[in-house]
DNA sequence: TTCTAGTTGCAAATCATTTGCATTTAGTAT
DNA sequence: ATACTAAATGCAAATGATTTGCAACTAGAA
């Protein structure tokens, strides 16, 4: 299991220590193909606190290891914040794909030149919206 | 107050009865400059229960009067739902400012064209967010 | 004017997320 | 190795947003 030595690396260099919890939680979320809310990534992991769970993915968060995704539902998707994407949901039965093209510093450029109140954008949320090929065919 | 006749035509054209409820909050919608969260809206209506305001938005959204807008924040922000726009958010502050320019047709038919399980986008979330001029200067 | 489906308000429930605090532990200094 | 301290954990309880149940109340059609 090279990969817990990863995982240890990752955390030293974040400058969080290396707990069962936290090891557990990194491959967890390493492991997933979409993001997921709090709840279901506490059912994957048997035995941490649902509450050291919602701290772990703060500190996660704080440290940029992990990113919130908005997904348009009542609770928040967590998800690795390893290369930038976003994602299209489909409305009808929740199936994601990522996807990476969104080509933000054109269109922010453009948007920065008329506003009159920022010039500093740092982020940005995209996600998009509609029926997947399955649902499509129903 | 001609206003009022169109705020029950409004409701009238989407199926909705006018009570005084609905009337107050679609004023208050009316006059918002950005984007609000169900309990400050609450409190601009005196006399109006916060489970019928939850309940009007509910329905206005189904009917397409208001939309959600979600900001990255613990609460979800209401608008009326005019003239497609996007937000530029201050992390700092808060202050808001819209944009317009999102030219995100071409982006989806590009994205499309890529995507294995989606040809059919109905909608997408875009936000942005940095720090607002005045913010910058301090 | 009557009638009824749709609407409201209140109380209480639910659900996600957070806080307080006493106990435990990782990782450094001895 | 051992001792130490700040950081991390788990449990219970709190918080805050939003929802649900239900009885009383209208808007607006007949």
Redesign the pocket.
Known sequence: MEQEKDF?KI??DA????????LAILKILSELKNPM???EIHKKTK?????????????FEEKQLVKKVNLQK???YYELNIDHHHHIVCTDCGTMEDFELCDMDRLTKKIVAKASNFKNIKEHVLELFGICNACAKI
Chains 1, 2 share one sequence.
């Open positions: 240890k955390l030293k400058g969080l220590k290396s707990t069962i919890p936290r809310t709090a709840q035995g941490v606190d649902l509450v050291t769970l919602y701290r772990t993915l703060a500190s009542d609770s928040v």
